[in-house]
């Protein structure tokens, strides 16, 4: 079985602005995005990296924003810089993984399964798709391992296969290399491809320009509350 993501939209924001304790984070950022591209954002420590990524997904309300996407479905409009609207929308479409992922107490197994759940689909669909995260991730051996047993590695690998397995259109990668042996990072860099292979957009979030195992198509740079995009 192949899980494939429907009803992907293209996504357009514009006017993004977010300021902390009076101080401008990010200042009228533009970006569109589809589920063919493979973003690498750099900037440094305090660029407004993470701040961007926590936007997009919906967990942080910005000071403005503008947004559409197409396919537009009439009968869910989205209402220009309400933030009550974007934020739904961003939430279905956008998967934000932290530098550290947080996973459940419990099995691996249990937490892939945990958005399943929320779908309502049968036992056995549930455990189709949860198998074939893992075997995506290649940890198909640590299906009944509990989460506090694993590696850092691990737990991000099992972190990218619980929000693949949900289908999003877009996932958002906060530093995912960070602390990682050569090893894991090899195997991180496969899953990621194997999520372009899904046709789901990809925005990682790196110091390190140089990343060769993936096949970035973008490249944006974040300073002083500013985005640039470069060439790849």
């Not at 996504?11 to 493979?38: G, Y």
């Not at 609207?85 to 956008?94: A, G, W």
């Not at 991180?188 to 096949?215: C, F, R, V």
Request: proline share 3%; with cysteine; charged share 20%.
């Amino acid at each position: 079985m192949t899980i494939v993501t429907n009803n992907k939209p293209s996504v357009s924001l514009s006017n993004i602005s977010f300021s902390r304790q009076k101080k401008s984070i990010l200042s009228d950022i533009e970006l569109s995005l589809s589920s063919q591209n493979t973003i690498l954002m750099t900037g440094q420590n305090g660029s407004g990296k993470s701040t961007l990524l926590k936007i997009l997904s919906g967990l942080l309300k910005p000071d403005s924003c503008a947004l559409s996407y197409q396919p537009h479905k009439a009968h869910n409009p989205l209402q220009k810089n309400i933030w009550f609207s974007q934020k739904q929308f961003l939430r279905q479409h956008f998967c934000y993984l932290h530098q550290t992922p947080y996973l459940f107490n419990g099995t691996v197994f249990n937490n892939i399964a945990y958005g399943l759940k929320k779908k309502k689909l049968t036992r056995d669909d549930i455990s189709d798709q949860v198998n074939e995260a893992l075997k995506m991730v290649n940890l198909s051996h640590l299906s009944q391992r509990r989460t506090h047993a694993l590696s850092g590695g691990e737990k991000q690998r099992i972190a990218i296969a619980r929000s693949w397995v949900t289908r999003p259109g877009f996932m958002l990668l906060d530093e995912p290399f960070a602390n990682m042996d050569k090893h894991s990072r090899q195997r991180t860099y496969d899953n990621i491809n194997q999520l372009k292979d899904a046709d789901i957009g990809i925005i990682i979030t790196s110091h390190d320009p140089h990343h060769g195992e993936i096949e970035f198509n973008r490249h944006i740079h974040l300073y002083q509350g500013k985005m640039s995009e470069h060439s790849i």
